[in-house]
């Protein structure tokens, strides 16, 4: 009968490999915010740079926050995430983390993104900048090593060389250091300083330190070095790059002195600049007029002179020009023969009258600090200036206007390109290419080339004849940067615009197009493992979508109107190329929606489902499985707005008819195959049953047992509720682990499971049942009794009774215990009954097939049936053992143990005569006695001819009492003594059947002296061979210790004579020690008696004795000692054999000896060793040749043993004396 126990269980649960998984549903509102990104790195300029960062995101946001605090002038909307605005002073690199939230304000993103802001632009107001002197240092800007000596010449002075100097100049407390790199230099020019300290010298005066002074020797053909000078932020210098951090510097004044000759025909020294404002010549210069060089780019300032001016800083041979910004720029100089040039970053003195030039100039906005412009957009026109400026001075008519740039950042071709807004003819000019033709602008004709230098800056030119300077400015104001690519490649493009006139080139001035040109892109994937690896992504090519089978759509989120849709290439990649920023929805569709159409859904082929979308490659997704993704774009492309669809699985009903209803505590396997699911594009991983199964007791997965009602079987630990839901592991077409069901009726019945399938990709199937029909089941019945089987033999005797003995309060049950298809696993009390010392023991309504355990065991409580077999500890009444078990003619005996059992395999048929052999222990006793002290080697007999040593006693309830002819054990040896039988000493657990007490002896020993007993343990088998587990101790004590200790007793051949010693280490009335001599170890003869050297025969302390033997027995010889006490009494010490047979003639001389002992020995072949003891034995010469003697000048003197060891093992032995 199975009682049902009703629990409570948790509907909205999930268990999957026994741990609990709460299912939350999720309500497909909006889509939580993910995937946010910004640019990761931002570097601006301050009072510069117009910034504008915008995110890109996945889902909705309802806000966004920002920490910490942007640098000044930056803001930042928390409605839709964007950075903007102009910084107004430098920052250091910070991270800045923005979050994204969602409805609710619970579902958040965050990402990182890091801004810096620079100071490029530092203002000199015409401050000496130093390239010397004190606190200016040099470096070999290849090695980085200090340079100590400008004025020696070396690095430098070669082309590429690269001098860096340090601290030129600290402005608003920032130090400033410059890169000079020496770009060419003629062939045979030589230096005899590289950079001049010294303030004067050989025709030069008025030099300083702070001036950078090269002096050269040109060739007679004359010469040039061209330097390049780029000012960089103090300590940002590396020379891995040979770069560091350029800076502009505002307000600067070069003077360059000493324009002169040396004297020497054509030896007129010229100096070239460009990029300055303004330019200056002394009233009575003797320069010539400046000249424009094309070839360098650069103004020329020639001495119209070839003679030496002394005086360096003289208003004729003089220069001087002012920058409004200089960063990166170019000096020349050039002359023929010896040639010194001093170049003076500063104001420098007043010219005495001053001839000034302006120089044309360009500011492309004139809105911010420097000279440059910046725009931004996507492929739209970006004009070079803003509307209603005047961007261009100039005080005479120009030559030309040129836009130079570099052709790497040219990346899209023909599509890039210069316009001239307005112009009637001639307006587009490709980039990708050297142009020729010409422009048409407000009726004036401007003919354009171009041309690309060796290191790939292409420059555009414009030039007419009369150019004027409103001509110029109508322009560059018509000037456009255009990109029509599909995709524009985003970036800057650096385009530096220059005016000219015959003398000048205007500074540089950039103007920077920056393409912010976003696009989206992404993969519909064939995605069959879902979201398990937390990745929208392709498992493999094989099974991707063919071209145009899909199409992703964009949607308005504003009003759900279609803006566009894009088909899917072969493998599932779309893109929608550039589009504007904003937030677009994004839709899996089977077909093509038309522009403007309304559409919220998305839609999949047939059998298909949604497994997950993701903006990103890597792992994450939306949170929403719906074939929509939310889409935020700002800065950056969208590159992967990837979707994932699979197709699920799909699982049938099964039926299984006739199963045998187990019964009892039984359960039932649910075959192989039963479970049937499939997964056409991926693996089911997993089946899930949906709920307890209809019919079922309890549902058994694995080692857990899970109830809806019903009873908890005893044996286990604990029933685990039903929570709802369980997920089973699933390979290879079948549950990884077992999964059991026991019927809640016995007999006819039928359990069904319900049940889906998981795939790999973590999608759900339909659900199908597995129905199991059960049919009724055999039982048998099982009997038997318990007898008292005295001998053990497992046969019932005539004798032998039928019993059920129990202490008090007992009962003898018998348990039939199930071994297999139990709950729990283990071995189970099926049911169990007193058994009744006439009638034994039955079972009956036992179920067939299963393998069972009978077993007896006493005990005051009845065994719970369906308990753990385990749970019943082994108990026989006290002193009863189990001997035997005669299950219907299969005896098993010679036992010992109170768990006695039966095993019956598969039963099935009904069984009698399973019956049990018990039978009582024997018990054997004590013993404790007193004699008088026996001397060593004493022979105390065990069999009660001497009262005080009876026989080792013992009984046993049905064989009487035990001894002589029973079976002993000795348990234990004794301490001190030897336990002999029949003349042999004993050993632990020796069994001695037929015992005769009369063979069991106790022999004294040396180790007895001092003792006062000895004791060892022993016991009886009965007639069926069992002993009592607590085993009896035999004691025997006397009054008075053994007189005598004995220690070391040796007998040394030692010549012709036999050297006996001893020792005692306790004494009590002690006589003295006779010696004995026996040639057969049997019959002895006394040599003579060594009296106690004890005072009164007592002593504790170690005595020592000695015996010579002058007339050895030829052959073996024995000897031994008998210790004789003041009353008479005596003991025997071990024997001692001394050989007196060699083959060897062996003498030693002189004895006594002083320093050395001699050996005649007749064949020196048979000696292994020879050794020197002392009367001890201790070894204080050994060595394997002694034919020419032995020293014994390290010995003390006194006597010595002297030995001789033969091949065969035999030593002889020698006493002699050192005087």
Same mark, same amino acid.
């Not at 040039?341 to 492309?364: N, Q």
């Given at each position: 009968?199975?009682?049902?126990?009703?629990?409570?269980?948790?509907?909205?649960?999930? @268990?999957?490999?026994?741990?609990?998984?709460?299912?939350?549903?999720? =309500?497909?509102?909006?889509?939580?915010?993910?995937?946010?990104?910004?640019?990761?790195?931002?570097?601006?300029?301050?009072?510069?740079?117009?910034?504008?960062?915008?995110?890109? *995101?996945?889902?909705?946001?309802?806000?966004?926050?920002?920490?910490?605090? @942007?640098?000044?002038?930056?803001?930042?909307?928390?409605?839709?995430?964007?950075?903007?605005?102009?910084?107004?002073?430098?920052?250091?690199?910070? =991270?800045?983390?923005?979050?994204?939230?969602?409805?609710?304000?619970?579902?958040?993103?965050?990402?990182?993104?890091?801004?810096?802001?620079?100071?490029?632009?530092?203002?000199?107001?015409?401050?000496?900048?130093?390239?010397?002197? $004190?606190?200016?240092?040099?470096?070999?800007?290849?090695?980085?090593?200090?340079?100590?000596?400008?004025?020696?010449?070396g690095t430098g002075t070669a082309a590429n060389d690269v001098v860096v100097y340090r601290n030129i100049a600290n402005l608003s407390g920032q130090s400033i250091d410059c890169i000079v790199k020496t770009v060419s230099v003629t062939s045979g020019t030589t230096f005899s300083a590289y950079d001049q300290d010294a303030a004067s010298g050989q025709n030069y005066n008025s030099n300083d330190a702070k001036f950078f002074s090269p002096q050269v020797s040109f060739p007679n053909t004359g010469g040039s070095i061209l330097y390049n000078f780029q000012f960089i932020l103090g300590g940002t210098y590396t020379t891995g790059t040979k770069s560091g951090r350029n800076v502009t510097l505002q307000n600067v004044k070069i003077n360059t002195y000493d324009i002169d000759g040396n004297g020497t025909t054509n030896s007129?020294?010229?100096?070239?600049?460009?990029?300055?404002?303004?330019?200056?010549?002394?009233?009575?210069?003797? @320069?010539?007029?400046?000249? %424009?060089?094309?070839? $360098?780019?650069?103004?020329?300032?020639?001495?119209?002179?070839?003679?030496?001016?002394?005086?360096?800083?003289?208003?004729?041979?003089?220069?001087?020009?002012?920058?409004?910004?200089?960063?990166?720029?170019?000096?020349?100089?050039g002359g023929l023969g010896t040639a010194y040039?001093?170049?003076?970053?500063?104001?420098?003195?007043?010219?005495?009258?001053?001839?000034?030039?302006?120089?044309?100039?360009?500011?492309?906005n004139t809105g911010v600090i420097g000279v440059g412009n910046a725009a931004g957009g996507c492929g739209t026109n970006l004009s070079f200036t803003p509307t209603g400026q005047t961007n261009i001075t100039a005080t005479t008519n120009l030559t030309r206007l040129q836009v130079s740039f570099p052709t790497a950042e040219i990346t899209d071709g023909a599509n890039e390109r210069l316009i001239v807004n307005q112009a009637t003819s001639g307006g587009t000019i490709l980039l990708n290419t050297d142009p020729s033709?010409?422009?048409?602008?407000?009726?004036?004709?401007?003919?354009?080339?171009?041309?690309?230098?060796?290191?790939?800056?292409?420059?555009?030119?414009?030039?007419?004849?009369?150019?004027? *300077?409103?001509?110029? +400015?109508?322009? *560059?104001?018509?000037?456009? %940067?255009?990109?029509?690519?599909?995709?524009?490649?985003?970036?800057?493009?650096?385009?530096?615009?220059? &005016?000219?006139?015959?003398?000048?080139?205007?500074?540089?001035?950039?103007?920077?197009?920056?393409?912010?040109?976003?696009?989206?892109?992404?993969?519909?994937?064939?995605?069959?493992?879902?979201?398990?690896?937390?990745?929208?992504?392709?498992?493999?090519?094989?099974?991707?979508?063919?071209?145009?089978? @899909?199409?992703?759509?964009?949607?308005?989120?504003?009003?759900?109107?279609?803006?566009?849709?894009?088909?899917?290439?072969?493998?599932?990649?779309?893109?929608?190329?550039?589009?504007?920023?904003?937030?677009?929805?994004?839709?899996?569709?089977?077909?093509?929606?038309?522009?403007?159409?309304?559409?919220?859904?998305?839609?999949?082929?047939?059998?298909?489902?949604?497994?997950?979308?993701?903006?990103?490659?890597?792992?994450?997704?939306?949170?929403?499985?719906?074939?929509? /993704?939310?889409?935020?774009?700002?800065?950056?492309?969208?590159?992967?707005?990837?979707?994932? /669809?699979?197709?699920?699985?799909?699982?049938?009903?099964?039926?299984?008819?006739?199963?045998?209803?187990?019964?009892?505590?039984?359960?039932?396997?649910?075959?192989?195959?039963?479970?049937a699911a499939t997964d056409v594009d991926g693996t089911v991983d997993s089946i899930v049953i949906n709920s307890f199964p209809t019919g079922a007791n309890y549902i058994k997965i694995g080692a857990v047992v899970y109830t809806n009602g019903g009873t908890c079987p005893p044996q286990v630990s604990s029933c685990t509720p039903w929570p709802g839901t369980v997920v089973v592991p699933f390979a290879s077409g079948n549950p990884s682990t077992a999964i059991s069901v026991d019927p809640s009726i016995e007999g006819n019945t039928s359990v069904v499971i319900n049940f889906s399938a998981w795939d790999n990709g973590r999608s759900l199937s339909n659900a199908s049942n597995v129905t199991l029909n059960f049919i009724g089941n055999n039982s048998y019945s099982l009997s038997g009794n318990v007898w008292n089987d005295i001998n053990g033999n497992g046969l019932r005797g005539a004798d032998e009774n039928l019993v059920a003995p129990v202490?008090?309060?007992?009962?003898?049950?018998?348990?039939?215990?199930?071994?297999?298809?139990?709950?729990?696993?283990?071995?189970?009390?099926?049911?169990?009954?007193?058994?009744?010392?006439?009638?034994?023991?039955?079972?009956?309504?036992?179920?067939?097939?299963?393998?069972?355990?009978?077993?007896?065991?006493?005990?005051?409580?009845?065994?719970?049936?369906?308990?753990?077999?385990?749970?019943?500890?082994?108990?026989?009444?006290?002193?009863? =053992?189990?001997?035997?078990?005669?299950?219907?003619?299969? &005896?098993?005996?010679?036992?010992?143990?109170?768990? *006695?059992?039966?095993?019956?395999?598969?039963?099935?048929?009904?069984?009698?005569?399973?019956?049990?052999?018990? +039978?009582?222990?024997?018990?054997?006793?004590?013993?404790?006695?007193?004699?008088?002290?026996?001397?060593?080697?004493?022979?105390?007999? /065990?069999?009660?001819?001497?009262?005080?040593?009876?026989?080792?006693?013992?009984?046993?309830? +049905?064989?009487?009492?035990?001894?002589?002819?029973?079976?002993?054990?000795?348990?234990?040896?004794?301490? %001190?003594?030897?336990?002999?039988?029949?003349?042999?000493?004993?050993?632990?657990?020796?069994?001695?059947?037929?015992?005769?007490?009369?063979?069991?002896?106790?022999?004294?020993?040396?180790?007895?002296?001092?003792?006062?007993?000895?004791?060892?343990?022993?016991?009886?088998?009965?007639a069926a061979g069992i002993a009592n587990p607590t085993a009896a101790t035999y004691t025997i004590t006397w009054n008075t210790p053994l007189p005598v200790q004995l220690g070391a007793f040796t007998a040394l051949k030692t010549g012709e004579n036999v050297s006996l010693s001893w020792d005692t280490y306790t004494e009590i009335q002690n006589s003295g020690f006779s010696v004995e001599r026996s040639e057969d170890a049997r019959n002895w003869k006394t040599l003579g008696f060594v009296a106690s050297a004890a005072e009164n025969g007592n002593s504790n302390a170690k005595l020592s004795y000695y015996f010579n033997d002058a007339t050895p027995l030829t052959g073996a010889g024995y000897y031994r000692l008998k210790q004789i006490d003041r009353n008479q009494n005596f003991a025997y010490s071990e024997v001692k054999k001394v050989l007196f047979t060699t083959d060897l003639a062996i003498s030693i001389y002189p004895n006594p000896a002083t320093d050395h002992v001699s050996l005649t020995i007749n064949d020196w072949s048979k000696v292994t060793e020879v050794s020197v003891t002392d009367i001890q034995g201790k070894i204080l010469i050994r060595t394997t040749d002694a034919s020419k003697g032995l020293s014994l000048v390290n010995l003390a003197k006194g006597n010595y043993i002297l030995q001789v060891k033969e091949v065969n093992g035999q030593v002889s032995s020698f006493k002699f004396v050192k005087s």
């Open positions: 009968m199975k009682r049902a126990i009703f629990y409570s269980y948790f509907s909205a649960s999930l @268990l999957l490999a026994g741990t609990f998984i709460l299912s939350v549903p999720q =309500t497909a509102t909006a889509q939580a915010p993910t995937s946010l990104s910004y640019p990761a790195t931002n570097v601006f300029i301050a009072n510069v740079s117009n910034v504008y960062l915008a995110p890109n *995101l996945a889902g909705n946001a309802a806000s966004y926050t920002i920490s910490p605090a @942007l640098p000044s002038g930056l803001s930042f909307n928390t409605n839709t995430g964007v950075i903007s605005g102009m910084p107004l002073a430098a920052s250091a690199a910070t =991270t800045y983390t923005i979050t994204a939230i969602g409805t609710p304000a619970t579902q958040t993103t965050s990402t990182t993104t890091s801004i810096q802001v620079t100071n490029n632009f530092f203002d000199n107001s015409y401050s000496v900048i130093s390239f010397g002197g $004190t606190g200016v240092t040099m470096l070999n800007g290849t090695t980085g090593a200090a340079i100590t000596n400008s004025s020696t010449p007129n020294q010229y100096n070239e600049f460009g990029g300055f404002s303004t330019s200056e010549v002394g009233s009575a210069t003797t @320069l010539e007029a400046p000249v %424009y060089n094309t070839a $360098t780019g650069l103004t020329t300032y020639r001495s119209s002179i070839s003679t030496n001016s002394v005086v360096v800083t003289a208003d004729p041979t003089r220069a001087r020009v002012t920058y409004n910004n200089i960063s990166d720029f170019s000096i020349r100089v040039f001093f170049v003076d970053f500063s104001a420098g003195p007043a010219f005495a009258t001053a001839v000034s030039t302006d120089v044309p100039s360009v500011d492309l033709g010409s422009v048409v602008l407000g009726g004036n004709t401007y003919a354009v080339s171009g041309s690309t230098s060796s290191d790939n800056i292409r420059t555009i030119v414009f030039q007419k004849a009369n150019f004027t *300077l409103a001509q110029a +400015e109508a322009l *560059l104001d018509a000037l456009q %940067y255009n990109n029509n690519a599909a995709t524009p490649t985003s970036g800057a493009r650096n385009f530096t615009v220059n &005016v000219r006139n015959d003398a000048f080139q205007s500074p540089n001035a950039v103007m920077t197009a920056t393409l912010n040109c976003v696009s989206i892109s992404g993969n519909v994937f064939h995605d069959v493992n879902g979201l398990v690896d937390n990745t929208v992504n392709a498992s493999g090519t094989a099974g991707q979508f063919a071209a145009n089978s @899909l199409y992703v759509v964009r949607v308005n989120p504003t009003n759900n109107q279609v803006i566009d849709a894009k088909p899917i290439a072969a493998g599932g990649a779309y893109s929608f190329g550039t589009v504007s920023p904003g937030t677009y929805n994004l839709y899996v569709s089977t077909t093509n929606p038309s522009a403007g159409t309304s559409f919220t859904t998305a839609t999949f082929p047939p059998t298909y489902i949604a497994t997950g979308e993701n903006l990103g490659a890597g792992a994450g997704n939306d949170r929403l499985v719906d074939g929509k /993704l939310i889409v935020t774009i700002g800065s950056q492309n969208v590159t992967n707005a990837n979707f994932g /669809l699979q197709i699920p699985p799909t699982t049938t009903n099964s039926t299984i008819n006739n199963i045998n209803n187990p019964g009892g505590y039984n359960d039932y396997t649910v075959p192989q195959n039963t479970f202490d008090a309060s007992q009962n003898l049950y018998a348990l039939l215990i199930q071994q297999n298809r139990t709950y729990s696993g283990v071995p189970t009390i099926f049911a169990s009954t007193v058994i009744n010392s006439a009638t034994g023991y039955s079972f009956s309504n036992v179920p067939a097939g299963n393998d069972y355990v009978i077993r007896i065991v006493a005990r005051a409580v009845e065994p719970e049936k369906g308990a753990a077999a385990s749970t019943v500890s082994a108990n026989l009444a006290t002193n009863w =053992t189990g001997v035997s078990t005669n299950a219907d003619g299969t &005896v098993t005996n010679n036992l010992n143990t109170n768990d *006695l059992s039966i095993a019956i395999a598969a039963l099935s048929a009904s069984k009698i005569n399973q019956n049990f052999g018990i +039978e009582r222990l024997p018990t054997a006793t004590n013993v404790n006695t007193t004699i008088a002290a026996p001397g060593i080697g004493t022979l105390l007999t /065990l069999n009660g001819s001497n009262s005080a040593l009876p026989v080792p006693p013992a009984t046993d309830p +049905e064989d009487g009492t035990l001894g002589s002819g029973s079976t002993f054990v000795v348990v234990s040896l004794p301490q %001190y003594t030897t336990l002999k039988y029949n003349g042999v000493a004993a050993t632990p657990g020796q069994r001695i059947t037929n015992f005769n007490p009369s063979l069991l002896q106790i022999q004294t020993t040396a180790s007895t002296v001092g003792k006062t007993g000895t004791s060892f343990r022993f016991n009886y088998q009965d």
